[in-house]
């Protein structure tokens, strides 16, 4: 039954002190907000300034306000560097950069966005912009050379259909006859009937 424990084989009464409740299950109790138990009793927590009450089942039964953080039994403010802001937290500490801004020794460093780049994420970081490459701390041109084209990220080339990738060129392929080019377009296999042999399709002889 609800308000009472089972000890030694008997149901005794759950003894709830004054500002304490039964818990769900009703075999225990806890104490309300603003009170933590102390010997059998629910005793009144000293919140400090610019702290809040809270449950003290899950906590030491106060926590500071937005823009404080704990320091022992006291709530003191919190410094934000330049170009940072709170973060919306349940313990109301901590900081993050602006979009633009990385963290480094406790403070906000401006990102260096070289040409031709973009900030990416939650901007704490770059990538270059289509056509371009990264090398170093820039992003310089992709050289795509005849008969190529810019890959759907745009970050390398590849070479056209019946054509392979030699150096920093495309080569045209030499396909023989009774051959064609394969799925991929930069190879080419022999039609049915043929097999390869030395850059030519021969007849496969019959068995």
């Given at each position: 039954m609800r308000g009472y424990r089972e000890t030694?084989?008997?149901?005794?009464?759950?003894?709830?002190?004054?500002n304490?409740?039964?818990?769900?299950?009703g075999t225990s109790w806890r104490c309300n907000r603003g009170f933590r138990s102390e010997g059998?009793?629910?005793t009144a927590v000293q919140v400090p300034a610019n702290g809040y009450a809270v449950d003290s089942s899950y906590d030491q039964g106060w926590r500071c306000n937005?823009?404080?953080?704990?320091?022992?039994?006291?709530?003191?403010?919190?410094?934000?560097?330049?170009h940072a802001y709170l973060l919306d937290s349940v313990h109301s500490f901590g900081w993050q950069c602006e979009r633009g801004f990385r963290q480094a020794e406790g403070r906000c460093i401006a990102i260096e966005v070289p040409a031709n780049a973009y900030l990416v994420g939650a901007g704490d970081g770059w990538k270059c912009e289509r056509g371009f490459q990264r090398i170093d701390n820039q992003c310089l041109p992709i050289v795509v050379p005849?008969?190529?084209?810019?890959?759907?990220?745009?970050?390398?080339?590849?070479?056209?259909?019946?054509?392979?990738k030699e150096g920093a060129s495309c080569v045209a392929m030499r396909v023989p006859a009774n051959g064609y080019?394969?799925?991929?377009?930069?190879e080419w296999s022999c039609e049915s009937g043929f097999r390869k042999q030395q850059g030519a399709c021969v007849v496969v002889p019959e068995s």
């Open positions: 030694e084989e008997r149901c005794v009464a759950v003894v709830v002190p004054t304490g409740y039964l818990d769900v299950r059998g009793q629910c937005r823009g404080y953080r704990s320091n022992g039994t006291s709530c003191v403010k919190f410094e934000l560097p330049a005849v008969n190529a084209y810019l890959d759907d990220r745009g970050a390398e080339w590849r070479c056209e259909r019946g054509f392979r080019i394969g799925y991929a377009g930069d």
